[in-house]
């Protein structure tokens, strides 16, 4: 059996930050041919991109592909919105879990999986902001513990 390698292309660090992530599924995007040559050479931006259903389909919205420069006539819109791949069980999870009040769909990844470019989508909830500042006070304070017991 062959191996299968796996690339992470972009990441979104910044979800980890806001959001409480329940659960994580992976799931397939449809591109077209000059946006897989862009997403290959790194031009991927997650910020600001979330999940949302229409029609018992997932799409990505605000996803940026930077458009491929010799892609010619057929250029795209960089932030169209991309339906996303899931079998029918995790579908209908992932729709599921979504209605629930105060849940979002958020991409935390992309990343090639053999030939195949995937999305981790984790289903979240949002941190609050007094949650949000202690989690920087209590890395603050460990900088500054690290901090001293070194100069000692």
Same mark, same amino acid.
């Given at each position: 059996?062959?191996?299968?390698?796996?690339k992470? +292309?972009?990441e979104?660090r910044?979800?980890r930050?806001?959001?409480?992530?329940?659960?994580t599924?992976?799931?397939?995007?449809?591109?077209s041919? &000059?946006?897989v040559k862009?997403?290959r050479?790194?031009?991927?931006?997650?910020?600001? &991109?979330?999940?949302?259903?229409?029609?018992?389909?997932?799409f990505? %919205?605000?996803?940026?592909? =930077?458009? %491929?420069?010799?892609?010619?006539? #057929?250029? =795209?819109?960089?932030?169209r919105?991309?339906?996303?791949?899931?079998?029918?069980?995790?579908?209908?999870?992932? +729709?599921?879990?979504? =209605?629930?009040?105060?849940? =979002?769909?958020?991409?935390?990844?992309? %990343?090639?999986?053999?030939? #195949?470019l995937?999305?981790?989508l984790?289903?979240?909830?949002s941190?609050?902001?007094?949650?949000k500042?202690?989690?920087?006070?209590?890395? %603050?304070?460990e900088r500054?513990?690290e901090?001293?017991l070194?100069?000692?």
């Amino acid at each position: 059996m062959a191996k299968k390698f796996y690339k992470v +292309i972009a990441e979104n660090r910044k979800a980890r930050f806001d959001y409480h992530i329940l659960e994580t599924f992976q799931a397939g995007i449809m591109l077209s041919g &000059s946006e897989v040559k862009s997403v290959r050479m790194g031009g991927v931006n997650l910020r600001d &991109s979330f999940g949302k259903v229409e029609k018992a389909e997932i799409f990505l %919205y605000n996803m940026h592909i =930077t458009p %491929y420069e010799k892609s010619g006539v #057929w250029v =795209t819109d960089a932030r169209r919105k991309r339906k996303l791949l899931l079998g029918k069980q995790e579908l209908r999870k992932v +729709i599921g879990r979504v =209605t629930e009040k105060g849940l =979002t769909l958020v991409p935390l990844k992309v %990343y090639f999986s053999g030939d #195949w470019l995937k999305v981790d989508l984790a289903v979240c909830k949002s941190k609050k902001k007094f949650e949000k500042r202690a989690k920087l006070l209590k890395r %603050y304070a460990e900088r500054e513990v690290e901090r001293e017991l070194k100069n000692k």
